[in-house]
């Protein structure tokens, strides 16, 4: 069943229920929502907090111009 935990919990967060993946995967619904239960905790503890993705976001511009502006090379101590 593990070899199937990674593609049922990306057809959950793509807003399929539970019962939807199971119709779809042939599996009994309630094996499906243990995974699905055991994958969203699993996430939340590896989970990027939202202000390192913010800062990531506002920056990536920036170092885009300067990485253009190095012609592609090294650019962190220009």
């Known amino acids: 069943m593990n ?22 995967m042939n599996l009994h619904a309630r094996t ?3 995974i699905i239960k055991s ?7 590896h989970a990027i907090p939202q202000d390192i993705i913010d800062k ?10 300067k990485c253009i502006e190095a012609g592609g090379g090294h650019f962190e101590n220009k």
């Open 56 to 65: 990531a976001v506002d920056d990536f511009s920036k170092r885009l111009k």
């Open 32 to 34: 499906i929502n243990r």
């Open 3 to 24: 070899e199937f935990r990674g593609d049922i919990i990306r057809m959950f967060e793509q807003g399929k229920s539970g019962y939807q993946i199971a119709q779809d």
């Open 39 to 45: 994958g969203s905790k699993g996430m939340e503890r």
